[in-house]
Protein backbone atom coordinates (compact mmCIF):
# COMPACT_ATOMS: atom_id res chain seq x y z
CA UNK A 1 0.00 0.00 0.00
CA UNK A 2 0.96 3.45 -0.64
CA UNK A 3 2.69 5.64 2.24
CA UNK A 4 0.01 8.03 3.30
CA UNK A 5 -3.53 7.99 2.57
CA UNK A 6 -5.79 10.98 2.92
CA UNK A 7 -9.12 12.32 1.85
CA UNK A 8 -9.68 15.46 0.22
CA UNK A 9 -12.74 17.48 -0.94
CA UNK A 10 -12.24 19.36 -4.11
CA UNK A 11 -13.91 22.17 -5.57
CA UNK A 12 -13.37 22.50 -9.65
CA UNK A 13 -16.48 25.50 -10.07
CA UNK A 14 -19.90 26.39 -9.59
CA UNK A 15 -21.52 23.47 -8.25
CA UNK A 16 -18.75 20.76 -9.22
CA UNK A 17 -17.37 19.29 -6.03
CA UNK A 18 -15.45 15.96 -5.42
CA UNK A 19 -14.61 13.84 -2.81
CA UNK A 20 -11.51 11.91 -3.34
CA UNK A 21 -9.29 9.62 -1.27
CA UNK A 22 -5.24 9.54 -2.24
CA UNK A 23 -3.08 7.35 -1.62
CA UNK A 24 1.14 9.07 -1.79
CA UNK A 25 3.76 6.93 -2.58
CA UNK A 26 7.18 7.44 -0.88
CA UNK A 27 9.43 10.37 -2.29
CA UNK A 28 11.12 9.48 -5.22
CA UNK A 29 13.37 10.58 -7.76
CA UNK A 30 11.45 12.05 -10.51
CA UNK A 31 7.88 12.49 -11.29
CA UNK A 32 5.59 9.70 -9.89
CA UNK A 33 2.85 8.39 -12.11
CA UNK A 34 -0.88 8.62 -11.27
CA UNK A 35 -3.75 6.00 -11.00
CA UNK A 36 -7.49 6.76 -11.10
CA UNK A 37 -9.76 3.88 -9.50
CA UNK A 38 -13.07 4.17 -10.60
CA UNK A 39 -15.50 2.68 -7.75
CA UNK A 40 -18.15 0.56 -8.04
CA UNK A 41 -21.59 0.62 -7.63
CA UNK A 42 -23.61 1.79 -4.59
CA UNK A 43 -26.89 2.03 -2.59
CA UNK A 44 -29.40 5.04 -2.35
CA UNK A 45 -28.68 8.64 -4.21
CA UNK A 46 -25.23 8.86 -4.29
CA UNK A 47 -22.41 7.39 -2.48
CA UNK A 48 -21.53 7.41 0.89
CA UNK A 49 -18.79 9.55 2.11
CA UNK A 50 -14.95 8.50 0.38
CA UNK A 51 -16.45 5.16 -0.76
CA UNK A 52 -14.07 5.09 -3.44
CA UNK A 53 -11.64 4.99 -0.50
CA UNK A 54 -12.78 0.97 0.51
CA UNK A 55 -11.83 0.00 -3.94
CA UNK A 56 -8.42 1.70 -2.84
CA UNK A 57 -8.10 -0.15 0.31
CA UNK A 58 -8.81 -3.51 -0.48
CA UNK A 59 -7.52 -3.93 -3.84
CA UNK A 60 -6.16 -1.01 -6.39
CA UNK A 61 -4.02 -0.04 -3.37
CA UNK A 62 -2.00 -3.52 -2.43
CA UNK A 63 -1.94 -4.55 -6.25
CA UNK A 64 -0.72 -1.87 -8.04
CA UNK A 65 1.73 -0.56 -5.20
CA UNK A 66 4.63 -1.75 -7.09
CA UNK A 67 3.80 0.94 -9.67
CA UNK A 68 5.15 3.79 -7.31
CA UNK A 69 1.94 6.13 -8.18
CA UNK A 70 0.17 8.29 -6.78
CA UNK A 71 -3.57 6.97 -6.57
CA UNK A 72 -6.76 8.85 -6.75
CA UNK A 73 -10.18 6.74 -5.75
CA UNK A 74 -13.24 9.74 -6.30
CA UNK A 75 -16.35 9.39 -5.41
CA UNK A 76 -19.00 9.37 -7.79
CA UNK A 77 -20.85 12.44 -8.63
CA UNK A 78 -23.28 11.51 -10.64
CA UNK A 79 -25.72 8.85 -11.33
CA UNK A 80 -22.78 6.88 -12.96
CA UNK A 81 -19.19 7.48 -14.40
CA UNK A 82 -20.25 8.22 -17.70
CA UNK A 83 -22.42 11.41 -16.54
CA UNK A 84 -21.37 14.38 -17.87
CA UNK A 85 -20.79 15.88 -14.48
CA UNK A 86 -18.27 12.28 -13.70
CA UNK A 87 -16.96 12.84 -16.63
CA UNK A 88 -16.20 17.02 -15.88
CA UNK A 89 -15.11 16.36 -12.20
CA UNK A 90 -13.00 13.39 -13.50
CA UNK A 91 -10.74 15.12 -15.94
CA UNK A 92 -10.51 18.37 -13.67
CA UNK A 93 -8.77 15.80 -11.33
CA UNK A 94 -6.60 14.69 -13.21
CA UNK A 95 -5.51 17.97 -13.91
CA UNK A 96 -5.48 19.38 -10.55
CA UNK A 97 -3.26 16.23 -9.56
CA UNK A 98 -0.63 16.25 -11.91
CA UNK A 99 -0.23 20.17 -11.65
CA UNK A 100 -0.34 20.29 -7.76
CA UNK A 101 1.82 16.72 -7.36
CA UNK A 102 4.22 17.04 -10.29
CA UNK A 103 2.93 13.98 -11.93
CA UNK A 104 4.23 12.11 -15.09
CA UNK A 105 1.49 13.14 -17.65
CA UNK A 106 2.83 10.02 -19.87
CA UNK A 107 2.61 7.30 -17.04
CA UNK A 108 -1.16 7.09 -16.07
CA UNK A 109 -3.22 4.48 -15.56
CA UNK A 110 -7.04 4.19 -15.56
CA UNK A 111 -9.08 1.55 -14.16
CA UNK A 112 -12.14 0.54 -12.04
CA UNK A 113 -14.26 -2.12 -10.90
CA UNK A 114 -18.01 -3.06 -12.22
CA UNK A 115 -19.95 0.18 -12.17
CA UNK A 116 -15.85 1.82 -12.57
CA UNK A 117 -14.67 -0.59 -15.23
CA UNK A 118 -17.84 0.78 -17.23
CA UNK A 119 -16.56 4.04 -16.37
CA UNK A 120 -13.19 3.20 -17.85
CA UNK A 121 -14.43 2.04 -21.01
CA UNK A 122 -16.08 5.61 -21.59
CA UNK A 123 -13.28 7.59 -20.14
CA UNK A 124 -10.88 5.63 -22.15
CA UNK A 125 -12.85 5.39 -25.75
CA UNK A 126 -13.73 9.19 -25.32
CA UNK A 127 -10.11 10.99 -24.16
CA UNK A 128 -7.46 8.28 -25.69
CA UNK A 129 -4.82 11.23 -24.88
CA UNK A 130 -4.82 11.62 -21.23
CA UNK A 131 -4.67 8.07 -20.59
CA UNK A 132 -1.35 5.69 -21.13
CA UNK A 133 -3.54 2.72 -20.33
CA UNK A 134 -6.55 1.32 -18.58
CA UNK A 135 -7.44 -2.03 -16.82
CA UNK A 136 -10.79 -2.81 -16.74
CA UNK A 137 -12.30 -5.32 -13.91
CA UNK A 138 -15.75 -6.86 -14.09
CA UNK A 139 -17.15 -3.74 -16.58
CA UNK A 140 -18.96 -3.83 -19.93
CA UNK A 141 -18.00 -1.73 -22.44
CA UNK A 142 -21.15 1.11 -22.83
CA UNK A 143 -22.23 1.43 -26.35
CA UNK A 144 -19.72 3.04 -28.94
CA UNK A 145 -16.42 2.39 -26.68
CA UNK A 146 -15.63 -0.95 -28.45
CA UNK A 147 -15.50 1.84 -32.15
CA UNK A 148 -13.56 4.45 -30.10
CA UNK A 149 -11.09 2.90 -27.84
CA UNK A 150 -7.54 3.08 -29.13
CA UNK A 151 -5.46 2.65 -26.08
CA UNK A 152 -4.00 -0.35 -24.81
CA UNK A 153 -6.15 -2.11 -22.76
CA UNK A 154 -6.32 -4.68 -20.04
CA UNK A 155 -9.52 -6.65 -19.07
CA UNK A 156 -10.11 -8.50 -16.12
CA UNK A 157 -13.47 -10.69 -15.99
CA UNK A 158 -14.64 -13.99 -14.27
CA UNK A 159 -16.07 -16.56 -16.02
CA UNK A 160 -18.45 -17.06 -12.80
CA UNK A 161 -19.39 -13.46 -12.52
CA UNK A 162 -23.68 -13.49 -12.14
CA UNK A 163 -23.85 -9.95 -12.40
CA UNK A 164 -22.06 -8.45 -15.24
CA UNK A 165 -21.35 -11.86 -17.25
CA UNK A 166 -18.44 -12.24 -19.09
CA UNK A 167 -20.03 -12.68 -22.60
CA UNK A 168 -19.80 -8.44 -23.89
CA UNK A 169 -16.10 -8.54 -22.32
CA UNK A 170 -15.03 -11.46 -24.28
CA UNK A 171 -16.72 -10.08 -27.67
CA UNK A 172 -15.09 -6.68 -27.35
CA UNK A 173 -11.62 -8.03 -26.72
CA UNK A 174 -12.30 -10.33 -29.70
CA UNK A 175 -13.57 -7.04 -31.82
CA UNK A 176 -10.07 -5.21 -30.59
CA UNK A 177 -8.27 -7.81 -31.70
CA UNK A 178 -9.46 -8.21 -34.88
CA UNK A 179 -8.94 -4.01 -35.52
CA UNK A 180 -5.43 -4.76 -34.51
CA UNK A 181 -5.78 -2.29 -31.24
CA UNK A 182 -3.44 -3.53 -28.17
CA UNK A 183 -5.65 -5.54 -25.55
CA UNK A 184 -5.28 -8.27 -23.10
CA UNK A 185 -8.44 -10.29 -21.63
CA UNK A 186 -7.77 -12.22 -18.72
CA UNK A 187 -10.87 -14.70 -18.23
CA UNK A 188 -10.73 -15.40 -14.64
CA UNK A 189 -12.32 -18.84 -12.54
CA UNK A 190 -14.27 -19.34 -9.50
CA UNK A 191 -14.63 -15.85 -8.61
CA UNK A 192 -18.05 -14.23 -7.89
CA UNK A 193 -19.18 -10.19 -8.32
CA UNK A 194 -18.44 -9.36 -4.85
CA UNK A 195 -15.43 -11.41 -4.50
CA UNK A 196 -13.84 -7.80 -5.24
CA UNK A 197 -10.77 -8.84 -3.14
CA UNK A 198 -10.04 -11.99 -5.15
CA UNK A 199 -8.98 -10.05 -8.09
CA UNK A 200 -6.24 -8.65 -5.86
CA UNK A 201 -3.57 -11.05 -7.37
CA UNK A 202 -4.59 -10.51 -11.09
CA UNK A 203 -4.47 -6.76 -10.84
CA UNK A 204 -0.72 -7.21 -9.30
CA UNK A 205 0.11 -9.07 -12.77
CA UNK A 206 -1.72 -6.55 -14.95
CA UNK A 207 0.52 -4.09 -12.95
CA UNK A 208 3.61 -5.48 -14.87
CA UNK A 209 1.85 -5.06 -17.73
CA UNK A 210 1.34 -1.51 -16.91
CA UNK A 211 4.56 -0.98 -16.46
CA UNK A 212 5.84 -2.67 -20.08
CA UNK A 213 3.21 0.15 -21.67
CA UNK A 214 4.68 2.86 -20.04
CA UNK A 215 8.51 1.57 -20.96
CA UNK A 216 9.50 1.29 -17.21
Do not use: N
Not at 7 to 19: D, H, K, V
Not at 52 to 80: H, S
Not at 118 to 125: F, T
Amino acid sequence: MPAHVQQQILAFGPGLRLRCTLALPEPRHGHAPLVLALHYGWEGTEPPAFYGGGLLARLVGPALAPLGALIAAPDCPGRDWAAPESEAALLALQDHLQAAYGLDVQRTLLTGYSLGGMGVWHLASRHPARFAAAVVMAGWPLPGAVERVQLPLYLLHSRDDEVVPIGPTAEAAAALRARGRPVEFVALEGITHYEVDRFGGPLQEAAAWVQEVWGS
